[in-house]
């Protein structure tokens, strides 16, 4: 009487063991809970970090050499930055939790405010070179692999390997010097149209296109040699049958995961494209309220990158969970 | 009748893996009782799930028992002090069925070895000549002992982990499966070589296999293991030409070319 | 194994074989770009030299390549491009190997302390891991920096500490795998502690591992440290970093273009080259990751070779002539794995095939079936169908007799179905792709089939591979087989590895299908009393030869070969008296590749007479009844074909 992986089995499991919507809802909370959790550690580790560097935005306020102590010391106290540490720090995680980010120490702006501002520009920016890496890993990918070792594959191997190469900014200068300011097809920076989205997104997406084509290539060739696919093959069934319906959906899924993974690393480069093409978005004002010692904008939107890193993984595992039933079961 | 005292006492061993997630626990163990007498092998037999594998790792103290006593010569084996650990390690020993993963693939067969002989107390000066020894005594030449495991095969590489065992000058070996990874012509004489280590320097064995022509061979007595529990013990002739269990029945039964003698 | 043993560990083989592998010009690149580094390291040291980077020149600003006394022209200051190229190199590199450093340790004990030290370290490895990994590198540098002040350091201190979870987590998951090997658990039976189980025996065979992710993180660092630098958060002037000269061409491109060409060609090259060694490292040292030939048609139609032969008429079912496989690395280096391979099978007989690893017999059953594993190809000989040589077929009409004809199912019955679908969905795959008919009744037959085969709760048609037993598994794959009705099944060693009373429920099924049906089958297994139960006659594999075939009874009652007669009698049994020595075969099979030009079997002979060493004996003898020796133990009645 073996145990059977998975299966429900005849003794002593209860409801809750046969019930695996029941399963998947608490894993689904568990995760949750668990990055709630991450969220805060992140969240203290930048509060802690911020305050390591000495100075405060007072200095930018006020000119520190013509200013009093005494309206130096009000300014603070108006700011609320001479309470005490931990009394600091407790109104900013009931505020985080309750959704409350504060305003800017510097313009008094809500963080909430600049966030849907200069948010809409990254989460445009981020999600077109999202989309473009995908839609054209994926593709490429299978491409580069049905036809192992020709001429294409190759091809298609080296621009993958220049594209991780090439570092981004790097390729954001090359493409404005090409596409910009030699054919005059695009503008080199600043924002308002579709166009001047276009630089900033290809030089984003460059690096996370050529990991992700390598991964789906990879991932397909080794999928086309397992064990099931010459068992399928001894069955009989068609040959596209066998390349669209089993190898490439077990070979996405592992791209389901590298997905979690390039948000991250689209998240980080952002800032630097941004910089190169004067795109407004959440990195400029991030980077400058961290040398301003702006707390509220630094840790508000902190969190909201990690949120979004957070969210991402998340949903990439749930996602996984959904497509792959070996997952599910355990 | 009292004879002489068993080498090893288990007394209503008992393991149970809790379930996870929504999966039901099992019981690995349930309720073993048995006896080790010195100089014999006693074999164990069962199918997957018969917990026999779980019973060699618990003497061995590399996973926890939940219940009962295990003794030899009266120590505590399951959780011994610091003292008695380490005089039980130089006791009792054990190999393993693997072939492929016995052995450290970075490790030469000397290292190996000598990482043994230390526990044995060898002094450095000695354990050339110890090496060596122990080598010649499972068959294989010298020359070996700056082997790596990928230059071995599969059958040498199993008289190496005995040799590793032996090394310490056990009193009993636990054979966990240790010739079902090898070739058929390959068994025979790793067979032979247990036979006879347990003819010359007086081994206790307790012999694991799924294999019950081999285990019959093998084997002074016998035990029938299923889903953790015994289902019958005794004398190796008796409980496999004349068994009582029902289950047992069943398993000579289904052995290919058994009931055909 | 010859007498002088090669003494090289793994370590020196892996050295071999990675200056053996990796392209030459790949090698020379990085090797150049290091040198290069030690000699800008040395500019940066020695206060003479680097005056060299730093001195500055109006005269000579935004020279171009062998203008005024330069090599490669000067930057905005009038620095030499030349040296503070070769300085930023070393900045590069040094930072690199910094970073890679503190990453992989932190990266190795935190993996270390989270798979082997108790389920609480893991629990809270895994949160810092995951709290580190929330956040992104380079905007963990910008806090850095803020706190901090730019500066190489900053990005050393930022980069060290995201990089080593990704570390963490690889080492994590290895150490996993590596703990439940067999020789971590001899050593913890020896009594030795974790902490030197750890580091004697985890961490030498982590070191795959870390070579790859060194060379990963050293690319990596080159790329951030530049990109950071170029924002300004890294280097500051007058450090030459490399970021810092790409930025510095960049606002002073109007003026010359030279800085930054120069600068932008030294890093792309450098990251390609590491980049590529990091890809061939990888294929030498993680196996899983080795990309495998994908035997697309065109490949699979140069892989069979053409046969002219005529069809016999009155033809068995499965006939195969001298069949030949080997594997082919090279054209011109094919290694025989199987050689001369006869066969005839006639309809409804069960023929079982035994033999041990290296014999051939798995290779067979492929060649029987028309369909080699990746690497292998038909060297010589013929396989025919039904009269039918299947050479000459196309590849559709293959496909369709495949499966309707002949079928074939595998040791391992849960690697012979795809994870991801229901085993009902993959019977009724097999089932429309040779009897094209609606869903329905598609789905009826293949509940049919299950519940013919034992699966019969409802239930198990939703099921998933994973969630079978090993036995119930091989019920399936057999079902989803003989929802086609073959006329030939060929079953590789199905019951390895289940329980014997699985085993004789699975022997009766096919047994009993096989009457039902009125298949014919070929039953291969290392198990001679297996065998017996199943098949009508028996075929004897060694090394990649059949040695001896026959009616089962005969061949068991009288083998001929002196290998049947060693496997027969070093079988325990009744016969022979508990614990008494068994009459072993010494020795160890041949592998492919060493065979030697006498016969096979020979150094592990009892029977050998001279013969045997000048060359290989032939497949002689009757139609029922062959062997393969010069000095068989019983001969064998020559009877006219």
């Known amino acids: 009487m073996s145990t059977r992986p998975g299966a429900a089995t005849a003794e002593t499991g209860g409801f809750y063991s046969r019930c695996e919507w029941c399963r998947t809802i608490t894993a689904a909370l568990g995760k949750l809970a668990y990055s709630l959790l991450v969220l805060l550690i992140v969240a203290a580790v930048a509060f802690v970090g911020l305050r390591l560097a000495p100075g405060d935005v007072t200095t930018q306020l006020l000119d520190p050499t013509r200013a009093t102590p005494a309206e130096l010391e009000a300014l603070r106290r108006e700011l609320g930055l001479d309470l005490p540490v931990a009394v600091q720090f407790w109104n900013y995680m009931t505020g985080l939790l309750s959704g409350d980010f504060g305003k800017s120490l510097l313009t008094r702006e809500p963080v909430s405010a600049i966030v849907l501002n200069a948010g809409a520009y990254t989460v445009a920016l981020a999600v077109t070179a999202f989309v473009l890496t995908f839609a054209l890993a994926i593709p490429l990918g299978i491409l580069a692999a049905s036809r192992q070792g020709s001429m294409l594959d190759r091809i298609i191997g080296l621009c993958c390997g220049l594209l991780i190469a090439i570092p981004n900014f790097v390729l954001a200068i090359l493409l404005i010097n090409l596409l910009a300011l030699w054919a005059g097809w695009l503008p080199v920076a600043g924002s308002g149209t579709w166009k001047h989205l276009v630089l900033p997104a290809l030089a984003l997406a460059s690096d996370p296109l050529g990991f992700a084509t390598r991964l789906v290539r990879i991932s397909y060739l080794e999928q086309a040699a397992m064990p099931y696919v010459d068992a399928l093959r001894i069955r009989g069934v068609a040959e596209t049958m066998i390349r669209w319906r089993h190898i490439m959906r077990n070979a996405l899924l592992p791209v389901i995961s590298l997905a979690a993974v390039q948000v991250r690393t689209l998240v980080g480069y952002t800032l630097i494209v941004e910089v190169i093409f004067r795109w407004p978005g959440l990195g400029k004002r991030l980077v400058d309220s961290i040398l301003t010692r702006d707390y509220a904008v630094a840790q508000g939107l902190t969190v909201l990158l990690a949120l979004v890193v957070v969210l991402s993984t998340l949903m990439s595992s749930l996602l996984y969970r959904w497509a792959d039933p070996r997952v599910r079961s355990s | ?261 | 194994m010859s007498a002088g043993i090669e003494k090289t560990g793994p370590g020196a083989q892996i050295a071999r074989r990675i200056v053996t592998t990796v392209p030459k010009p790949v090698l020379l690149m990085v090797l150049t770009f290091f040198i290069g580094g030690l000699a800008g390291g040395a500019l940066l040291l020695v206060p003479e030299w680097s005056r060299l980077v730093f001195r500055q020149s109006l005269m000579r600003a935004y020279s171009a390549p062998l203008e005024n006394g330069t090599l490669l022209g000067a930057d905005q200051l009038g620095r030499a491009l030349e040296w503070r190229l070769l300085a930023g190199l070393a900045i590069s590199l040094g930072t690199a190997a910094l970073v890679t450093a503190i990453a992989t340790t932190l990266g190795i004990v935190m993996g270390l302390l989270g798979g082997f030290f108790g389920r609480t370290a893991d629990r809270i490895v895994t949160l810092v891991i995951d709290a580190t990994w929330a956040y992104p590198t380079l905007l963990l540098a910008v806090v850095v920096a803020g706190i901090q002040g730019p500066g190489v350091s900053t990005v050393v201190w930022a980069l060290g500490l995201t990089l080593w979870a990704a570390m963490a987590r690889i080492v994590r998951a290895q150490v996993l795998v590596l703990r439940e090997q067999d020789f971590v658990l001899a050593a913890r039976a020896l009594g030795y502690g974790k902490l030197y189980i750890a580091i004697r025996h985890l961490v030498p065979n982590l070191v795959p591992i870390w070579i790859l992710m060194a060379t990963l993180f050293v690319a990596l660092t080159i790329v951030a440290e530049a990109g950071l630098s170029f924002i300004g958060i890294g280097a500051q002037s007058p450090t030459p970093s490399l970021g810092k000269t790409l930025a510095e061409g960049f606002s002073f491109a109007s003026s010359s273009s030279w800085p930054l060409l120069l600068a932008s060609l030294v890093i792309v090259g450098l990251v390609t080259s590491l980049n590529s060694l990091g890809d061939h490292l990888r294929d030498i040292l993680d196996p899983k990751g080795r990309v495998p030939a994908f035997r697309t048609p065109r490949m699979r139609a140069i892989m069979q070779r053409e046969q002219a032969a005529a069809a016999p008429a009155a033809s068995p079912t499965v006939l195969a002539e001298e069949v030949s496989v080997s594997i082919r690395r090279e054209p011109g280096e094919d290694v025989p794995v199987l050689t001369g391979l006869s066969l005839a099978l006639g309809s409804e007989r069960a023929l079982g095939i035994v033999g041990e690893s290296g014999s051939g017999k798995s290779v067979a059953a492929r060649a029987l079936i028309g369909l080699l594993p990746a690497g292998l190809v038909l060297s010589g000989g013929r396989v025919s169908w039904q009269g039918g040589g299947i050479a000459e077929l196309d590849a559709e009409t293959l496909r369709g007799q495949r499966g309707r004809f002949i079928a074939l199912v595998f040791q391992d019955a849960r690697a012979s179905m795809d994870p991801l679908y229901t085993i009902g969905d993959q019977i009724t795959e097999a089932l429309q792709a040779h009897l094209p008919q609606d869903a329905a009744s598609a789905r009826k037959a293949a509940r049919e089939i299950l519940a013919r085969v034992g699966l019969d709760d409802p239930s198990h048609f939703d099921r998933y591979p994973h969630q079978l037993s090993g036995g119930q598994m091989q019920r399936a794959a057999l079902a989803a087989v003989l929802v086609l009705r073959p006329r030939v099944l060929i079953a590789d060693e199905p019951t390895t590895g289940l329980d014997v009373t699985t085993q004789k429920k699975i022997v009766a099924l096919v047994r009993d299908l096989r009457r039902e049906m009125g298949m014919a089958v070929i039953w291969i297994s290392h198990d001679l009393d297996l065998v017996t139960e199943i098949a009508d006659d028996i075929m004897v594999m060694y090394a990649g030869q059949v040695v001896e075939t026959g009616a089962v009874s005969d061949v068991l009652r009288a083998p001929s070969h002196p290998y049947t007669k060693g496997l027969i009698a070093s079988r325990p049994s009744r016969d022979i008296a508990p614990k008494s020595l068994l009459p072993a075969i010494a020795g160890n099979v041949p592998e492919p590749g060493k065979w030697p030009i006498s016969c096979r079997f020979l150094p592990r002979c009892g029977n050998a007479v001279a013969a045997c060493s000048a060359g290989q004996p032939l497949l002689e003898g009757g139609t029922d009844r062959r062997v393969r020796c010069f000095n068989p133990v019983t001969p064998v009645r020559e009877i006219p074909a």
């Open chain 2, 1 to 261: 009748m009292t004879g002489p005292a068993p080498l090893i006492e288990v007394r209503s061993l008992g393991k149970r893996y809790p379930g996870s997630r929504g999966r039901a626990g099992h019981q690995a163990l349930d309720d073993v009782t048995f006896d080790l007498m010195a100089g014999e092998t006693l074999g164990i037999v069962g199918e997957s799930g018969s917990g026999k594998s779980t019973l060699a790792r618990v003497l061995m103290r590399l996973t926890s028992a939940d219940s009962g006593v295990a003794r030899f010569r009266g120590v505590d084996m399951l959780r011994p002090s610091a003292k008695d650990a380490s005089e039980l390690t130089r006791t009792v020993q054990i190999v393993f069925q693997d072939p492929n993963s016995s052995m450290n693939p970075r490790r030469t067969v000397r290292q190996a070895i000598a990482e043994a002989t230390r526990v044995a107390g060898v002094p450095a000066a000695q354990t050339d000549s110890r090496l060596a020894a122990l080598l010649d005594s499972v068959g294989l030449s010298r020359e070996k002992l700056d082997s790596y495991p990928h230059q071995l095969s599969g059958g040498q590489r199993q008289r190496v982990a005995i040799a590793r065992a032996l090394a310490v000058s056990p009193q009993v070996i636990i054979a966990d499966e240790c010739v079902s990874a090898l070739d058929v012509s390959v068994q025979s004489s790793v067979l032979n070589l247990l036979l006879e280590l347990q003819r010359e320097l007086g081994l206790t064995y307790i012999f694991i296999s799924h294999d019950l022509a081999v285990v019959r061979h093998m084997s002074d007595r016998v035990i029938v293991m299923r889903a953790g529990r015994v289902v019958e013990q005794g004398p190796c002739a008796d409980v496999l030409s004349r068994p009582s269990h029902d289950y047992t029945r069943e398993l000579l039964a289904s052995v290919p070319g058994w009931s055909s003698e």
